[in-house]
């Protein structure tokens, strides 16, 4: 009797425990954090699974310091690795803003920098100091390539003072005004802030005066700009071009909030960028009526570019009921897209505590198309004050992976809130791109990469060749999640 009972609890505890291994999916792969269902789909985070970082201080090529490139990246197209012993590589490709501008914008030519890394994920729940966290992604700087206008003149960082009317040759790649450093400088203005790798070696850039998208060729000079509908255009009260950013426009994008956001569907090459909150016809002038912004989408065949779609997408708010405004965007499929809106918050930010910085999903499958309607007119905004227009209905947006999630923090040294020390998460998370995991048992799933603008913050910081001190040192911080997406179409 004694003994049967022995061995019946033995079978038990084996049964549970199997089960509990089981709902872990394998004793070494990792656990499921929470998952949210959008349009019937069920997407599912599963933590936290590296970090990697580039110091403050680190210099690249030129002599600059490395700082910003967080603001856009991508995977380098070919270069995505499944290794056999759980170690995965590629080159990120990443883009800075406009140099270091705490103090004023300067003359900082566009660049581009290729980082090799290893991933190396990490699923346990035990908690890794936070030099051994680094281990799971290692980051290897390889080089740093400088970006031309036209006719192999430099770009500038400078805030736009001058305009270049659009060529009126036929088929011209050029079909808008652009900006440019004033009117005895005709060179093009750049402040970017997302990226697409073509397979061809070029890219699409997105920047926030213009707020633009151009090509880059795979030679790194600007040879195509897509056509911005007139609401976005800023403009002052009589209807001048008004590319600064040190001011707001009376319509069209509001300073420093331009396309953030950047991404393409694979399949069908269509580009999608989006405005990093509302126009200010649309209620962009404040943070409390900000959150209608505008995703956009384009066809491009050679020099001949379209507005192809346009839906309003309502971005998430605080308690307080102010914007979480929007810094990235990721094609996943299906009219499915990732967001990533956050606060300002942590690390080089306002506050050490964040409060929200999400990499959210929305779907625009019911969402109104309103281009080519009276809304692509300043004269008609979609949210007058921030009220949408009883006429629209906008994409249906659900929060999914919280970046400030203390317990997957501390699995890697990290933490948010008090103290402000490296380890406190930085504030300004600005970019997603997303890679297969080619694990058979999970088909769907993939890794989701994502960056921090440091803004340059070093004490030994090197600009256009003069050192400057920041006062505090700012990491370029990367983190890593695995996620499944089930019916993503993405190539890699
Ligand atoms: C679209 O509308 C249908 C019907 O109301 C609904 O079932 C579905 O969840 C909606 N999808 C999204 C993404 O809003
Ligand atoms: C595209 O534009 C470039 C630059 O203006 C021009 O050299 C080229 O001929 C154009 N291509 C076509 C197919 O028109
Ligand atoms: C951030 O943390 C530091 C301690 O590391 C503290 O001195 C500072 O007051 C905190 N800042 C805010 C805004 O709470």
Redesign the pocket.
Known sequence: MVHLSTTFFTLLITVLSSQLVGTKETATGPSVVNSVTLDGVTYINKGLVAFGLIPSDFRESTGDTLGGIGSAIALKPNTWTIGGSGQFTGTFIVHPDRGYNVEETINYQARHHEIDFTLTPYYDSNKLSFSSAQKTLVLEYKKTVLEFDVGQKTTSGLDPEGVRMP?Q?I???FPGPLPVVSATDNRLTLDVEGIIANADGSFWISDEYAPGIYRISSTSAV?QALPIPDAIIPRDKDGNLFFTSDDDPETGRAGNQGFEGLTIDPTTGRIYAMLQAATIQDGGDDKSTSRYTRLLAFDVQ??QSTLAGEWVVPLPLSPKDNTETCNEIAFVGNGVFFALSRDGDGRGGDDNNSKYKNADLFSIRNATDIHGTKFDSPAHPIASNGKLDSSITPATYVPFISFVDDDQLARFGLHNGSPDDETLLDAKWESLTLAPVGDASFPDDYFLFTAADNDFLSTHGFSLGEPFDAEIDVDNQFLVFRVTLPGAVLKQ
């Open positions: 060529s040759a088929n011209s790649p040879v050679g020099n």
